[in-house]
């Protein structure tokens, strides 16, 4: 990360918010519940759908090596 001398700290924090707005979404998660039936027991958690990682993966030849 570059600071500029001229820049104010909150200027930079503005523009490293920004950045992080305009990037996309990479992972696609969902709440859900989940209950045990004999006991009647439950909790949330948070699932993953997607994870973003298409094309981000190495080959089996790659990997063989």
């Known amino acids: 990360m570059e600071i500029n001398a001229g ?13 992080e707005e305009t990037r996309p979404l990479r992972e696609v998660t969902v709440k859900i519940g ?10 949330m958690v948070e699932a993953l759908l997607d994870s973003g990682a298409t094309g981000l993966v190495m080959s089996s030849e790659f990997a063989k090596k």
Do not use: A
């Open 7 to 19: 820049t104010s700290e909150s200027e930079r924090i503005k523009k490293e918010v920004k950045k």
């Open 34 to 43: 989940l209950e045990r039936i004999d006991m009647q027991e439950g909790i």
